[in-house]
């Protein structure tokens, strides 16, 4: 290792630590401010300027009791969470049958107000045909939401989106999800509620694509996330940004599915995971790219469609198979 990477390493080792005793499950954030600071005062002295074997150890010692700590806290599913996380959903799967309970209906008419409804749905494997994929921007930039629908002929599109389950009062933060800051849901849902809530209330940029794969692999896909699901409900985990998160998640159940290829940034950079799928030929291919993505653009259409039953026909109406 060269002398830019014993920087790079030693910088990281201490900002690490910092970070992880700022968001750190101590309840208080004054102290826990002013310790990562007294311990990234610490350790830039420690590590640069003192030159002291013992004062080397000392620091190595804290920093593997910081790390000890880190790994002791635990994730819960009894926490104060916001009214649209409250449930975790599960599936009962018997056969062809799939019965989904806490299937989320909700009815939003701002981020804060909204009619509660936890539903139950069944549906059948064997008329899961398709499945679509969405990109939900909520800034400009490479960076979005990412989930998906499962499509059956003779019903409602199921919607899965996997995400952070905050508390009441709490807000998605990036540097924070990689800190078990966050516990991890997997929302299940009807598009009303998971598309309308960001094209209509949020005034997300919306953009959906049908993907190319066979019924056959959707279906496995589909029992993929429903082990997932059960999984989640049963032992918690922690959101991670980088390790358990929304594409990171649909990119290692497709591989689980049958899916081969390598990683690509646009996983993590997610906001330009429609590149990546049209150049692997998941996406309609007969157009250019620039085009595709002007046509799967669909906030003016949902909002026509807004609180119709046939939001999810209404949506895709236009769009390119």
Known sequence: VGPYGQVYFKAGLITWASLALYYSNLPWATPRLMMAIVFAIFGVWALWFAHKRHITLLFSVLFLGILAWFISIKPSHDRPWRPEFARMPTAIVNGDTVHLINYRNFDF???TDFTERYEERTVSLSHLTGLDLYISYWMPGPIGHTFVSFIFDNAAPVSVSIETRPEIGEAFAPIASMFKQFELIYVVGDERDL????TNVRKERVFL????ISPNNARRLFLVYLERINELAAHPEFYDLFRNSC???????????????????????NGLIDGYLYNQGWLNTSMPLNELRARSFINPAAEAADQQADFSERIRASLPK
Request: a positive charge.
């Open 109 to 111: 008419r701002t981020r």
């Open 195 to 198: 598309v309308r809530s960001r």
């Open 209 to 212: 694509y049908h993907i190319r």
């Open 247 to 269: 594409t990171v998640n649909i990119i290692r159940y497709a591989n689980l599915a049958g899916r081969v290829g390598r990683f690509d940034i646009s996983h993590l950079l």
